[in-house]
């Protein structure tokens, strides 16, 4: 029944190594976005898709890299990690119209040390 | 670019009144939303306003001026489970952006 779920919840790693994370919703949502929360709690955008295509990309390292297999997926890989990655990463999903209202997975909680 | 601000924080009593400010800058702005977020929980969508005027959902409002580029979330009869972040964010063009969240801490 979960509407958008996202694995791992926990992710402990060392810097420099490459790690994925992956997203599924059951929706039916057209969009599907990746949000990076620091620990002062900003939610930040990162990437959006629409129906496979990229159309938002927010000056994101290239060592992050989106990938969406089909509409119901969206795929976060990192590569080369470093601290500053440290952060709990949200993937979302939304239909357009009557207006975009996201739902939220539980979150992934990457820490790098 | 774009720009939301909320206050940091804000405290209140329990069966109380509350009202969170959000004023925005931002080109091609469709509509303000507002999330809440408990701690170790995911944001989850509370209300959109596209056009002006307040939008009523059980104890939970929101108001929008477009023309001040302002809105609010107001919390009617504050329980102890509002305790949570709330968040204002601008839908602008395919993008919504989130302000940096408002604590809400509510005293029994």
């Known amino acids: 029944d979960t509407a958008v779920s996202q694995t791992p919840k926990y992710l402990v790693t060392q810097m420099g190594n490459d790690k994925s994370i992956k997203c599924e919703q059951n929706?039916?949502?057209?969009?599907m976005y990746w949000y990076k929360q620091d620990s002062k709690k900003f939610l930040k955008i990162m990437f959006s898709?629409?129906?496979?295509?990229?159309?938002i990309n927010e000056t994101v390292p290239n060592r992050f890299s989106p990938k969406s297999p089909d509409k119901a997926h969206l795929n976060l890989h990192i590569n080369s990690l470093e601290l500053g990655d440290s952060a709990v990463y949200f993937c979302?999903?939304?239909?357009?119209?009557?207006?975009?209202?996201?739902?939220f997975g539980n979150g992934t909680r990457l820490t790098v040390t | 670019g774009q720009s939301l601000e909320q206050p940091s924080e804000v405290t209140a009593v329990e069966g109380a009144i509350v009202q969170i400010n959000c004023t925005y800058q931002?080109?091609?702005?469709?509509?303000l939303s507002w999330y809440q977020q408990h701690d170790g929980g995911a944001p989850t969508f509370l209300s959109y306003?596209?056009?002006?005027g307040l939008e009523e959902t059980g104890r939970f409002s929101s108001f929008l001026s477009r023309s001040d580029s302002y809105g609010y979330l107001l919390l009617q009869e504050l329980q102890m489970k509002d305790s949570a972040s709330y968040f204002c964010?601008?839908?602008?063009?395919?993008?919504?952006?989130f302000g940096k969240g408002t604590r809400l801490h509510i005293l029994p």
């Open positions: 306003n596209g056009l002006d």
């Open positions: 979302a999903s939304s239909r357009r119209t009557p207006h975009p209202s996201l739902h």
């Open positions: 929706l039916g949502h057209d969009t």
């Open positions: 931002t080109s091609g702005f469709y509509g």
């Open positions: 964010a601008v839908q602008r063009d395919d993008k919504i952006i």
């Open positions: 898709y629409n129906n496979k295509e990229l159309i």
